[in-house]
C-alpha cells in the first residue's frame, strides 16, 4: 500500500501491527510499525498523526532498549518538526540523536543526522552553519553507497542555497543531483526538478523553468506535494 501510494490505507495497517505487537510484548517490532504509520502520515502530509505515531515509536525503542532504531525515529522527528515550521525541535532532536554513544560509532546513522540537522539550520536562516554538515552528510552517504539518499540530500542543500541567494552553488549542487538521478533511475527526480525549475525561475530562464516543472509533475511524486509544484508553476 506506501509503496503504491495509498498512504491512509498503509498507516491503518502499520498501526493494526504495531498494536498487536504491543499486545505480544514484541517492542521492536512495535518500534518499527508505530514508525513506518509515522511515515505514512508525513507522506500526506498529515502531521498530527505523524507526530503522535513517531512518539509512540520513540516510547516503544526506549522500552526495547534499541538504540539503532531509536535514532532512526529521532531522525523522522527532526524532519517532521522542520517540515511544521519548528527548526529550533529540529535541531535539538538531531544534535541529541548525534551525541548518543551509538550514533558515534555507525558512520550512516551519522550522515542522515547530519542531513537532517543541515536542514534545519538551513531553515532558521543559519546557512553558513549548514553549508558544511550538508558536505559531510553528501560525502559519508556517497561513499556508503547510498545514491538514493544522497540524492535527497543534495537536492535539499541545493533548495536551501538556492534560498539563501547562493545562485551558482545551487546550480551545482542541484545539476549534481540531477545527474545521480537520471543516472541511477533514483526516486527523488521531483524534488531533484522542482529546485532546478525554481533556481531556472530565478536566473529569468522561464522557457527552462516551465520545462522542468512539468518534469517534476510528471515525475513520481514523494516529498514534493503536487500542490507545490503547480503553485510554483503558476507563479
Do not use: C, M
Not at 498512504?7 to 505480544?24: D, P, S, V
Not at 509512540?56 to 532512526?72: D, G, R, T, W
Not at 535539538?92 to 558512520?107: D, I, P
Amino acid at each position: 500500500q506506501y509503496a503504491a501510494g495509498n498512504y491512509l490505507e498503509a498507516r491503518q495497517n502499520f498501526l493494526n501491527a504495531a498494536i498487536i505487537a504491543t499486545r505480544t510484548g514484541r517492542l521492536r517490532d512495535a518500534a518499527i510499525n508505530f514508525n513506518n504509520a509515522g511515515g505514512s502520515a508525513l507522506a500526506r502530509q498529515d502531521y498530527r498523526n505523524a507526530l503522535t505515531d513517531f512518539f509512540k515509536a520513540k516510547q516503544a525503542a526506549q522500552s526495547a532498549a534499541e538504540p539503532e532504531f531509536l535514532n532512526i525515529v529521532l531522525g523522522n522527528l527532526a524532519n517532521l518538526y522542520a517540515s511544521v515550521g519548528n527548526p529550533e525541535a529540529a535541531v535539538q532532536v538531531a544534535t541529541e540523536a548525534l551525541a548518543s554513544r551509538y550514533t558515534k560509532t555507525h558512520e550512516e546513522t551519522q550522515s542522515k543526522l547530519r542531513a537532517q540537522l543541515a536542514v534545519a539550520l538551513a531553515r532558521l536562516h543559519r546557512f553558513e552553519e549548514a553549508r558544511p554538515i550538508y558536505w559531510q552528510a553528501v560525502a559519508a552517504l556517497e561513499e556508503q553507497g547510498d545514491l538514493e539518499n544522497t540524492a535527497w540530500v543534495l537536492a535539499s542543500f541545493g533548495i536551501d542555497a538556492l534560498d539563501a541567494n547562493s545562485l551558482e552553488e545551487a546550480d551545482a549542487v542541484l545539476t549534481e543531483a540531477l545527474r545521480l538521478v537520471r543516472t541511477h533511475r533514483l526516486k527523488e527526480s521531483a524534488r531533484v526538478l522542482w529546485g532546478l525549475a525554481k533556481l531556472r525561475s530565478r536566473q529569468g530562464d522561464i522557457r527552462s523553468a516551465s520545462a522542468l516543472f512539468d518534469a517534476a509533475i510528471d515525475a513520481p511524486q514523494r516529498a514534493v506535494p503536487r500542490w507545490q509544484l503547480y503553485t510554483d508553476r503558476g507563479e
